[in-house]
């Protein structure tokens, strides 16, 4: 392929990535399944893979964190972004306001007291009124466009509208983007259900997101953005102090602090510092400091900037805090996913303001770390993180007795057993089935459309069980209708809809083994895999009594996987749940046995639209066979399935000779293969 023809291919993909983004994360209605668009994704990739020359800048591909952020066009400031000077005391803050009075002799002085906000500053244009760039701080000199990872912010006015005031033709806004404290800790509490990296504070989070190349995964971050200044108005705007300017862009729309004063002097503005570093755990978003401006704009005018920053505005930061304390005990809590986290319990000690009684040591790999133990004097130390720290282990004071921390072996909440296959970080506990703690998430898994599909068991449903305690596992589900008289008794719970929940459980029990497969929810065991085991073992009983090296040895099955579904297997508790789900009734029908693989090996390619079944029943047959199913025709395409309005797939197999089969003809060799009947 030559150049151009690269290039074109590169930005037809881009182009149908960034609508399928909009249509999922702005207008909320996915086109496509995620599976095809991760196949966009994954072509654009290997594109990319091929030709890193020709990446282009705008490409949604790099998700990394620490992303080259020379993939971003770069814009030079109008108004160069400048930085603040700090005060750390009041004998500092004084002085700033002493260099003040000096140059403004005889003048009346009134300061602007605003939230330091603790995130990244940008810069946003508004023409007539619409959103049109959103621009990084960068050096204060040139920052980087990132207008589309800016549109995604919620709270952010992407069309400015008044009834009172006119809009002006150009508007440049300075403020800071930042990820609210709840908004981080949902975010963190996610990360880590999905087994991915914690960030350590809201800034990191926040900038990790909007330096994302991929504004999809910006937009699923929680960030906000509040204003604090105005760079450029045209029209002017006429107004003649910072108060007033914060007033008029909170008209127009846009969030600011929270917080805000006007003080008479600066011994007030000592005050009010004091006051907010008290109050600084009840705001919504984490700030370092605050922030003191002159109030007056023309007053700022007349002082001007020293080299990069204004004499006009300093930041006045809060310091740092540590304490020391001694290390209680130590407690191993169970997330939702089975997850174990160790946390110390303090001896409750005051950090800037705020009791600390307990914190997290994140995982056994940090105990090491530190080698804190039970007895031991730690500093614990709380920055601009929401969340205290234990930062350092004072050895020179660990009593005799002090107490190794290791991983328990047993559940503490359901004594099945701790597992931690090798090259993970996180131990979890083996029990999911059983354990309370994983109690439900394992039901809502267990009753999913692709597990076994008790479509009637939704989540207020659920919540109502737990709480009348009749449903400690899975299998209590199907032991419901011996509560017929107490569901009756539930809040807007009539006959019907018992009998319909009770009728739609019945029907579950007729099921496939692939499907109950899944629905055990085994670590690693989405429902791919499932249907690989079921096809490869063929009856529940031998999976259940698989080696390890068999289970390796299944397509789609990993090493890591291979040892979770062992260590699923052979915790007890999850054996009697199963026992009692066949004993309930549930079935299947014995996969059609394929005596061989006959495809195995094999990559075919689905294309356009199935009238007599869909993708996922086509890629099911195939697989079964031990083909793999491709989101791309290459070279190495074994067959092509074309439906209705096959496109560039198509196209690209007749012209490297690869076989086409239509439909019918498809039908016709699933059922040759016993996949079908004709
Ligand atoms: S005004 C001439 N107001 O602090 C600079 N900055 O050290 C005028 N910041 O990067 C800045 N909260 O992003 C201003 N209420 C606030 C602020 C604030 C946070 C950040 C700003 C800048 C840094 C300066």
């Not at 305690?469 to 209590?476: G, I, S």
Request: glycine share 6%; net charge negative.
């Amino acid at each position: 392929m030559d150049k151009t023809a690269v290039v074109a291919q590169m930005r037809q993909l881009i182009r149908l990535i960034q609508v399928h983004n909009h249509a999922y994360h702005v207008m909320d209605q996915p086109v496509i399944e995620d599976s095809e668009y991760d196949q966009l994704f994954h072509q654009l990739k290997a594109l990319e893979q091929q030709h890193p020359q020709l990446i282009q800048s705008d490409s949604p591909t790099d998700k990394v964190g620490d992303v080259p952020l020379s993939r971003f066009e770069t814009m030079t400031h109008m108004v160069p972004m400048l930085s603040l000077g700090n005060v750390f005391n009041q004998e500092e803050l004084f002085a700033f306001a002493r260099r003040i009075e000096e140059r403004l002799p005889n003048q009346t002085i009134q300061y602007d007291v605003e939230l330091k906000f603790d995130g990244l500053a940008i810069s946003l244009w508004y023409e007539n009124g619409v959103l049109t760039r959103g621009v990084t701080r960068g050096d204060g000199e040139t920052g980087e466009v990132i207008t589309q990872n800016v549109r995604t912010i919620r709270n952010l006015p992407k069309v400015l509208s008044s009834d009172t005031m006119e809009i002006p033709q150009l508007l440049e806004v300075r403020g800071e983007v930042l990820m609210p404290k709840a908004g981080f800790e949902r975010l963190n509490a996610e990360q880590e259900a999905r087994g991915e990296k914690t960030f350590a504070n809201p800034r990191n989070a926040a900038a990790g997101s909007l330096r994302q190349l991929d504004p999809a995964i910006a937009a699923a971050r929680p960030l906000a953005f509040y204003a604090y200044g105005i760079a450029q108005c045209e029209p002017p705007h006429g107004l003649s102090s910072m108060s007033a300017s914060l007033q008029w862009l909170s008209d127009l729309g846009f969030a600011v602090g929270e917080r805000q004063f006007i003080c008479d002097s600066i011994q007030q503005v000592q005050n009010t510092y004091e006051q907010i570093n008290r109050e600084r755990p009840a705001l919504s978003v984490e700030i370092d400091g605050m922030v003191i401006k002159v109030n007056d704009l023309k007053q700022q005018q007349q002082l001007g900037f020293l080299s990069r920053e204004p004499r006009w505005a300093t930041a006045y930061k809060f310091p740092a805090v540590a304490a020391l304390t001694t290390v209680e005990n130590i407690d191993w809590q169970v997330g939702r996913t089975g997850t174990l986290t160790p946390v110390a319990r303090l001896n409750p000690v005051s950090v800037g303001g705020v009791t600390v009684s307990n914190v997290t040591l994140h995982n056994i790999g940090e105990i090491h770390r530190l080698d804190v133990r039970i007895g031991d004097t730690v500093s614990v130390y709380r920055s601009g993180d929401v969340i205290p720290k234990v930062e350092k282990v004072w050895p020179e004071f660990r009593p005799e007795h002090a107490m190794q921390i290791s991983l328990p072996a047993q559940c503490p909440v359901c004594s099945s057993p701790v597992v931690m296959p090798e090259g993970e970080a996180l131990a979890r506990c083996s029990g999911g089935l059983y354990c309370a703690a994983q109690r439900i998430e394992a039901i809502r898994h267990f009753v999913s459309r692709k597990a076994l599909d008790i479509e009637g068991l939704g989540d207020r449903w659920v919540e109502s069980l737990l709480r009348l305690d009749l449903l400690k596992d899975v299998a209590d589900i199907y032991q419901l209708h011996t509560h017929r008289e107490q569901l009756l008794g539930l809040e807007k719970m009539g006959e019907k809809s018992v009998q319909n929940l009770f009728d739609a459980i019945e029907t579950s029990k007729k099921t496939t083994l692939a499907a109950f497969i899944y629905a055990l929810g085994i670590r690693g065991v989405g429902e791919t895999t499932a249907r690989m085991l079921a096809n490869s073992f063929q009856t529940f009983e031998a999976l259940r009594n698989a080696e390890i090296d068999t289970l390796k040895k299944t397509p789609d099955v990993g090493d890591i996987t291979a040892e979770w579904i062992i260590d699923f297997f052979r915790a007890p508790h999850n054996m009697e749940v199963i026992d009692r789900l066949l004993a309930a009734g549930i079935h299947w029908d014995a996969p059609i046995a394929p005596t061989r693989q006959p495809f195995n090996g094999e990559s075919w390619v689905i294309t356009g639209t199935l009238s007599q079944m869909g993708r996922d029943e086509a890629t099911q047959m195939l697989q079964a066979l031990g083909a793999r199913v491709s989101g791309s025709v290459s070279a190495k395409t074994r067959c092509v399935v074309a439906g209705e309005k096959a496109g560039s797939k198509l196209e690209k197999a007749e012209k490297l000779g690869i076989p086409v089969l239509d439909e019918t003809a498809f039908l016709a060799l699933m059922a040759e293969y016993g996949q079908r009947s004709a």
